[in-house]
């Protein structure tokens, strides 16, 4: 089962103002996003599943507060399926699924949920800006027609 989502509403997920943001630290570019939702002056939940989470950061889906727009989940070592339901009942309803972290299980309770789910990129695609990896990863992405 594939999901699959437009450049707009990839677009358009940065527009909420506050946002939870799942990590256990086997994505490096989660910091980078967490990093440039804070520049553009938004409100960041980190929930850390990892081993060692840093303080101050959530550690399960449970102590976000009501009311999330939106949440990133760039996590390999836990299937993110189990904790999208937990998410939903937090008033989430677009989910942003990490480039490769994309479970059958996540995309089908997505759907099931009727959920709004961006697969098959990587957020700083779309949050990066200037000269970097993955500036030039956007550029390429946009000349081979898969921003």
């Not at 804070?38 to 449970?62: A, C, F």
Request: aromatic share 8%.
């Amino acid at each position: 089962m594939k999901m699959g989502s437009t450049t707009y509403q990839r677009m358009d997920f940065w527009d909420a103002k506050n946002y939870a943001l799942i990590t256990d630290n086997t994505k490096p570019a989660m910091k980078w996003t967490i990093s440039e939702l804070k520049k553009r002056g938004k409100t960041v939940y980190v929930i850390d599943l990892s081993d060692k989470p840093e303080p101050g950061n959530l550690k399960k889906v449970s102590d976000l507060p009501v009311g999330v727009d939106r949440a990133i989940l760039g996590i390999t070592k836990t299937d993110p399926g189990d904790l999208i339901p937990g998410l939903k009942e937090k008033g989430i309803t677009k989910i942003w699924l990490h480039w490769n972290t994309e479970t059958e299980k996540a995309l089908q309770t997505c759907k099931a949920e009727g959920l709004e789910c961006v697969t098959e990129h990587c957020p700083m695609l779309y949050l990066g800006s200037g000269f970097s990896i993955h500036g030039m990863h956007r550029t390429i992405a946009k000349m081979t027609g898969k921003y």
